[in-house]
């Protein structure tokens, strides 16, 4: 059982609101990464961030930011919610290899 | 961009089939990855293969690596139900293989 924990599991919110996507780790894991999945399944990657204070866009371009102050922490912000936003967002993290991912965050925004 | 690419998209088989999918990636890699998910849930590893081995073997599952042919294969042996899921090849990217870079997929349905 992999100890990466992302909340809300479901957000529904209004377009215009600022939003926070929290993913957290214990494993002690330098690495992490936030994805985006589409409904047809395709994993893009938006972010990463190889320790504490370095953070990276991904190949997709995103409208999120990122920070990474604590290890075991790496948050996601959305300024402001758009309807083009809604979509699956899955936060992962890896010790030397294999990424541990947590369960997602299904974002809707109305 | 995406760096690997499954097909075929999606697959169908009988309960008790083997299952055969195939992933194809565009530069040098260091090991590749195969992970399944369920349900549109998290991605669970399954099994990592290293760019000097050919065949690794997990259970019943088979992967295959072919860096000629920039080509990897994963096999799943005598399928059951619990087998329907997504299934995404990976390869770490970047000057410290910070990124790890999937594919598209392919979903598998077994049917009864």
């Known amino acids: 059982e992999a100890d990466i924990y992302q909340t809300p599991r479901y957000l529904v919110i209004g377009t215009g609101k600022k939003i926070t996507l929290e993913c957290s780790q214990t494993m002690g894991h330098d690495k992490m990464y936030w994805y985006q999945q589409d409904p047809g399944m395709e994993l893009h990657l938006i972010h990463y961030s190889y320790g504490v204070n370095s953070t990276e866009k991904g190949d997709l371009s995103s409208e999120s930011t990122v920070s990474r102050i604590r290890t075991e922490h790496f948050p996601l912000t959305l300024e402001s919610a758009r309807p083009s936003h809604t979509s699956q967002y899955l936060c992962?993290?890896?010790?030397?290899?294999?990424?541990?991912f947590g369960q997602g965050t299904r974002l809707t925004v109305v | 961009s995406q760096q690997g690419e499954e097909d075929p998209q999606a697959l169908s088989i009988q309960e008790g089939e083997n299952a055969t999918m195939n992933c194809s990636y565009k530069t040098s890699i260091n090991n590749l990855q195969w992970y399944r998910q369920n349900s549109g849930r998290g991605l669970v590893h399954l099994i990592l293969?290293?760019?000097?081995?050919r065949e690794k073997h997990s259970g019943r599952l088979r992967v295959t690596l072919d860096t000629s042919k920039k080509s990897s294969s994963l096999l799943i042996t005598a399928s059951r139900a619990a087998d329907t899921a997504s299934y995404f090849c990976a390869t770490p990217q970047g000057n410290r293989d910070d990124k790890i870079i999937f594919g598209k997929g392919t979903r598998l349905h077994i049917l009864p």
């Open positions: 293969i290293r760019s000097n081995e």
């Open positions: 992962a993290s890896t010790g030397f290899f294999e990424a541990f």
